[in-house]
């Protein structure tokens, strides 16, 4: 049980922020929301970097130990995948815990190729649980199709979980050659370097500087903070641990965690946004398959 501690501290600091982000969606401008929603991603970068420096220090900020790997993994986890969490939160109508539904989507993808690729093991225990984590994929996947969404969040769903797979098997590939600290360093200083440089600016001169505010934007920096240093931290350390393929299976329930906790955010504000049946049958079967391969 104590191997899955990362994992598990991963996946709660994920499913506590998203009602975070969904305050900054919430306080976005009613012009250039797009852009905004950029210019939050720039600042989530780049609270999470200053974290991330402040604690490790910039011994390791040098462009000849760069490794490659590393940074693409950073570029599809922080940048494609957050962005598009972001995206689809917003089209959901500022529910990012919808949104990270698509988190789920993942192990088709990344489990299969831990085993295939990376020769990690598939027993009993994690086939049941797969059986059960694919199970409620297939209802998240049916039920959204079916449903009252519309399909411009489902596209971006599914694009942000084939960015963060992406991310995921990068950063596995170079946890064979990089200690996890490393590589989470690595992964989020030069994605952010990245970003400001080439998307920044064209942000920044889309959206007036009346508009900037603190009053959206904190809660963007807040995710930096728990989500791409602390969470991603824990998150790496533990594939370099546990491998791509358990750490995938354990961590599967914090976007049926963040629903809980949108909807205790939501019942304080008075509102009480409706959660169809097909998500809730999704989020238990998701959280079983996660719960059975931790014991």
């Not at 209802?139 to 596209?155: A, K, S």
Request: charged fraction near 5%; aromatic fraction near 12%; charge should be positive.
């Amino acid at each position: 049980m104590e191997g899955y501690l990362l994992p598990l501290a991963a996946a709660f600091l994920w499913a506590v922020s998203a009602p975070v982000v969904n305050v900054g969606l919430r306080r976005l401008p009613q012009e250039h929301r797009v852009a905004c929603i950029g210019i939050g991603l720039m600042s989530s970068l780049a609270a999470g970097t200053i974290a991330m420096v402040a604690a490790n220090g910039v011994a390791m900020l040098q462009p000849s130990s760069v490794d490659g790997a590393a940074v693409l993994s950073g570029v599809f986890t922080f940048i494609l995948g957050t962005g598009l969490c972001y995206l689809c939160g917003h089209a959901y109508g500022t529910r990012t815990e919808l949104a990270a539904q698509f988190a789920n989507v993942k192990p088709v993808i990344t489990v299969g190729v831990g085993v295939l690729l990376f020769d990690e093991s598939f027993g009993l225990q994690s086939l049941v649980a797969g059986s059960l984590i694919f199970t409620g994929l297939g209802v998240l996947i049916i039920g959204t199709i079916r449903g009252r969404f519309h399909w411009l969040p489902l596209v971006l769903g599914l694009c942000l979980a084939l960015a963060w797979s992406l991310g995921e098997i990068l950063a596995k590939y170079s946890l064979s050659s990089l200690n996890a600290q490393a590589f989470s360093y690595q992964a989020l200083v030069w994605s952010t370097i990245l970003y400001l440089v080439l998307v920044g600016p064209i942000a920044l001169r889309s959206v007036p500087s009346r508009s900037v505010s603190l009053n959206w934007l904190w809660p963007f920096l807040l995710h930096g903070m728990v989500s791409f240093w602390l969470a991603y931290s824990f998150f790496f350390a533990s594939i370099a641990q546990l491998g791509l393929t358990r750490t995938i299976i354990v961590t599967v329930f914090w976007p049926g965690l963040a629903i809980l906790l949108g909807a205790i955010a939501a019942y304080f504000r008075g509102a009480q946004p409706a959660s169809p049946r097909f998500i809730i049958a999704a989020i238990l079967l998701l959280m079983a398959g996660s719960f059975i391969q931790i014991l």
